[in-house]
C-alpha cells in the first residue's frame, strides 16, 4: 500500500498578510497623493476642473486693478506673428495648457504673460454663452492692421484676436460694428493671450490669438460710452477655441 504524500502547501505567517495589507495601504497612499497633485496641479483639464468645483476649490482668476497688474510683455502683431507662427502642433498644444493652467491659477507664473497691442479692425462680434470660457459677456474678432511707413495707408496682417470682455452690460457689444476701428493697448487694456491657433488654410498661416483682459474696471468706447469689465464668476476649461467658427473672418493675403 502505497504511503500518503506530504501536503506541499503550507500555510503562511501572520506576518506576510500583514506586509502585504501595509504595502497595499501604501501603494494606496501614493496613488491618492499622486493623483491630488495631477488634479490642484492641472485644473485646466476639464476633468479636474470639475473636481475642483465640486471641491469648492476652483477660485475664479484675480481681477486685477490696472496699477496693481501683473507685468509682461507686449508685442504689437508683427512680433506676435513671429513668435508664435513657426510653433508646431505639440509646441502649441504644451503653450495652450500652460497659459490656461496660469490663468486658473491666478497668474503664479509671471513669464507666460503676453499682452496684446496694436490696431485691429472688427470683423465679427457675438454673446458668450455657457459654451465658451466664462459669460456674461462678448466676444470681438477683430483683424490686425500694420502701416508699412508713414506714406502708406494699413494693411492686414495675418493675425487675429477674439477678444473677451466680462461684463454684465452685454448690451455694451451693440457699440462695436463690423468695421470699427478697435486700439489695443498694455495700458489700460491689459489684454493677456490665453490661446493660440494657426490656420493654415491658406498660404500665409494666420496666427489666431484669444485674448482676456486682466485688468477689471472701465472700459472706454469711443468718447462717450463705457461699460464695467468683471471678474468671471464661473469658467469652463472645456470651452472650444477660436470662439468664432472658422470661416467666420478671411484674412487678405
Known amino acids: 500500500m502505497a504511503e500518503p ?20 495601504a501604501a501603494c494606496l497612499a ?6 491630488c497633485l495631477h488634479v490642484f496641479g492641472h485644473p485646466e483639464i476639464p476633468k479636474n476642473y470639475k473636481i475642483l468645483s465640486k471641491l469648492g476649490r476652483a477660485d475664479p482668476p484675480v481681477g486685477f486693478s490696472l496699477q496693481d497688474a501683473p507685468p509682461g510683455d507686449a508685442a504689437d502683431p508683427r512680433a506676435l506673428y513671429r513668435r508664435y507662427a513657426e510653433l508646431d502642433a505639440e509646441s502649441l498644444v504644451s503653450l495652450n495648457s500652460a ?15 503676453q499682452y496684446v497691442e496694436g490696431n485691429f479692425v472688427v470683423t465679427d462680434v457675438r454673446a458668450l454663452t455657457e459654451e465658451d470660457l466664462f459669460q456674461p459677456g462678448f466676444a470681438i474678432r ?7 511707413d508713414e506714406f502708406s495707408e494699413a494693411a492686414p496682417w495675418p493675425v487675429t484676436i477674439d477678444y473677451l470682455f466680462p461684463t454684465l ?19 489700460p487694456n491689459c489684454a493677456m493671450v490665453l490661446r493660440v491657433a494657426r490656420d493654415d488654410r491658406g498660404d500665409t498661416p494666420v496666427v489666431q490669438l484669444t485674448v482676456v483682459p486682466i485688468a477689471i474696471g472701465e472700459y472706454q468706447v469711443g468718447e462717450t460710452n463705457q461699460f464695467t469689465l468683471s471678474t468671471p464668476e464661473v469658467l469652463n476649461p472645456a470651452a472650444v477655441f477660436p470662439v468664432f467658427p472658422p470661416n467666420s473672418q478671411e484674412t487678405d493675403e
Request: no cysteine; glycine share 4%; net charge positive.
Open 30 to 35: 501614493i496613488l491618492s497623493w499622486v493623483l
Open 99 to 113: 497659459l490656461m493652467r496660469n490663468y486658473l491659477k491666478s497668474l503664479d507664473e509671471p513669464g507666460l504673460i
Open 169 to 187: 452690460n452685454t448690451a455694451a457689444q451693440e457699440w462695436f460694428r463690423p468695421g470699427d476701428q478697435l486700439a489695443v493697448s498694455k495700458v
Open 5 to 24: 504524500k506530504e501536503k506541499t502547501w503550507k500555510r503562511k505567517p501572520h506576518y506576510y498578510w500583514w506586509t502585504l495589507a501595509n504595502t497595499m
Open 142 to 148: 477683430g483683424q490686425a492692421m500694420i502701416q508699412p
